[in-house]
């Protein structure tokens, strides 16, 4: 049971910080079409946030609810991937930390679909409808920044030296991950690094971007799965609980 | 035809009313009101964004941030119909955003305003769309054809955007004594600004007469702003909240409430550019346009490559 209680809180938090970061877009976007797009892919992050915290609630029992896991947990507590942690920077950054995590959460919830734990498939048939179209907008916005001006073209390029240090935690997995796998609750996520690699490739190579060179991972950064955050986390936190951390125990 | 018989063909269908199509003959004082009137709701919408986004990384529970989310993202649908309005009229939406940075074009003003809780989420679905829909349910009979119909579509989010703000003061008003509070507090702030909302007084408008014939407008600033005091007080009663104004009363010869004089000086100030945000938001929308700059380039470079 415990192992659920993990793992679903692990992809709840996933999904609620990215949320948490897109919306930071939302009224100051480049054009109104990408401020409605970003904020969409928000909308439907927190959609599978709250689906993962209200079966972990569930599972957790006493008073937990999808408010007081999001609200009331710290730092250490929270298990989301470094990556989606990661600052906005410019538009950049955004769509490629995007890219990065939905072409993740798409091959992730093929095989989640077939989960053995009923609600988590069928949690993951609903998301992996909305995934796949994050994925195509953001593949779209690699190729089109990759190949659309000088500019853009450096602009992404520093956006992968920023970022490419947060992608090899997505697929080291954690001990709840493992077990998940184990227990074919969850799925080996190491398996998911060779075809996420070769898509992400397939796009750059249409950018007219390469992947950074393969250095056995030793550049990766690792630790958010397991509470050890970068420092931008607390201050996420600090924003998005502030509420509850003030006016404790009320109704909104 | 003759430029008379033409204004006389207008005039018919105005009188008759038939909508104002864009490929019809209209007067040009008529296509620059109705350029001046969608671009200047088209910004509001826009800008309105700011003082609500202020609050969607801090909303006290999951789902409130998702309905908030979903309602500033709302607005943004509305400046994108309300500018391809604009566009109908020979006006591209670039043109139109540039006025507005360069102060050319105004916005609401009570979007000047800051929100300093979370209770004014609330007061701005509740008074500030309140006032909106007022005006906005007038203007899904106004005589250009395009701007009525993106009206309809607008309404209806918008009546739906003000329950919610209703409701989450409802909760307030039900809660803690801090909760209470707040709540009161932001009636108190927010309510004098959204009566500035419907304008001048009639007597000071200066482009009602105009507006009212052509039927652009079809309810006086006073009219539509005694509608809305009217609807109000009898809302605040379920609330159990008090509108800051002691001369506030029903008055039965009129069968409209009476409601205590507005302070004109600090709306036109606002107008001016005086008010308390009105240098951030325009500067957080020239900042956002600006460090777009590069990405619609890029688009618009990789587009021409795939032709």
């Not at chain 1, 937990?64 to 470094?82: G, I, K, M, W």
């Not at chain 2, 033409?6 to 864009?22: A, H, M, Q, W």
């Not at chain 2, 007067?27 to 609500?52: F, W």
């Not at chain 2, 209806?156 to 209703?166: A, L, N, T, V």
Request: hydrophobic share 35%; net charge negative; glycine share 6%.
């Amino acid at each position: 049971m415990n192992v659920l209680i993990d793992y679903t809180l692990h992809l709840a938090d996933n999904s609620l910080i990215l949320a948490q970061r897109n919306s930071e877009w939302c009224g100051h976007g480049p054009a109104l079409e990408q401020d409605i797009a970003i904020t969409n892919i928000s909308l439907d992050l927190i959609g599978q946030a709250r689906f993962f915290y209200q079966y972990s609630a569930t599972l957790i029992g006493n008073e937990a609810t999808e408010d007081s896991l999001a609200y009331l947990r710290t730092e250490r507590e929270y298990r989301n991937c470094l990556l989606v942690e990661q600052p906005n920077g410019d538009w950049a950054q955004t769509i490629l930390r995007q890219f990065f995590f939905s072409q993740y959460q798409f091959l992730l919830f093929q095989h989640l679909q077939d989960s053995n734990d009923e609600q988590i498939a069928a949690i993951s048939v609903k998301t992996l409808k909305e995934v796949s179209y994050h994925l195509r907008w953001s593949s779209e916005w690699v190729i089109r920044l990759g190949d659309g001006t000088d500019e853009s073209h450096k602009r992404i390029m520093k956006a992968i030296d920023e970022l490419w240090m947060y992608t090899g935690e997505m697929f080291q997995p954690a001990s709840y991950e493992l077990q998940a796998a184990e227990e074919r609750i969850g799925t080996d996520v190491s398996s998911l690094k060779e075809p996420w690699t070769n898509s992400v490739n397939d796009i750059f190579q249409r950018a007219t971007l390469t992947l950074p060179p393969d250095r056995n991972g030793k550049f990766f950064q690792t630790g958010g799965k397991d509470g050890k955050h970068t420092e931008h986390l607390g201050y996420i936190l600090s924003d998005l609980q502030y509420m509850q951390r003030t006016y404790p125990g009320n109704e909104w | 035809m003759t430029l008379q018989g033409l204004e006389k063909n207008f005039g018919e269908k105005i009188d008759n009313e038939v909508k104002i199509e864009p490929k019809d003959w209209m007067p040009d004082a008529y296509r620059k009101t109705n350029i001046r009137q969608i671009s200047q709701h088209a910004h509001s919408e826009i800008v309105g964004m700011l003082p609500e986004g202020n609050w969607i990384s801090r909303a006290p529970t999951l789902k409130r941030k998702a309905i908030l989310l979903a309602k500033v993202q709302d607005e943004a649908g509305h400046g994108l119909y309300l500018y391809s309005a604009c566009e109908t009229l020979g006006i591209t939406r670039e043109e139109t955003i540039n006025d507005l940075h360069s102060g050319k074009a105004k916005y609401s003003s009570i979007f000047n305003y800051p929100t300093l809780t979370w209770a004014d989420i609330g007061a701005i679905g509740w008074l500030v769309d309140g006032a909106a829909i007022i005006n906005q349910v007038m203007l899904t009979r106004t005589s250009y054809g395009p701007y009525a119909r993106a009206m309809v579509r607008i309404c209806k989010e918008e009546s739906f955007h003000q329950r919610q703000g209703f409701e989450i003061l409802l909760v307030l008003s039900k809660g803690s004594k801090e909760q209470k509070e707040m709540c009161q507090d932001a009636i108190n702030r927010w309510w004098w600004p959204s009566l500035m909302m419907f304008g001048p007084k009639d007597a000071e408008s200066t482009n009602s007469d105009q507006s009212m014939k052509w039927k652009i407008k079809r309810k006086s600033n006073d009219e539509l702003r005694q509608n809305f005091v009217d609807m109000i007080a009898e809302q605040i009663k379920t609330l159990g909240m008090k509108l800051p104004d002691d001369n506030l009363k029903w008055n039965e010869e009129r069968n409209h409430y009476d409601f205590g004089e507005i302070n004109w000086e600090e709306f036109w100030n606002v107008v001016k550019g005086n008010g308390p945000c009105n240098k951030q938001r325009l500067d957080a929308r020239r900042k956002a346009w600006e460090e777009g700059e590069w990405v619609r380039e890029a688009a618009a470079a990789y587009a021409e490559k795939r032709k």
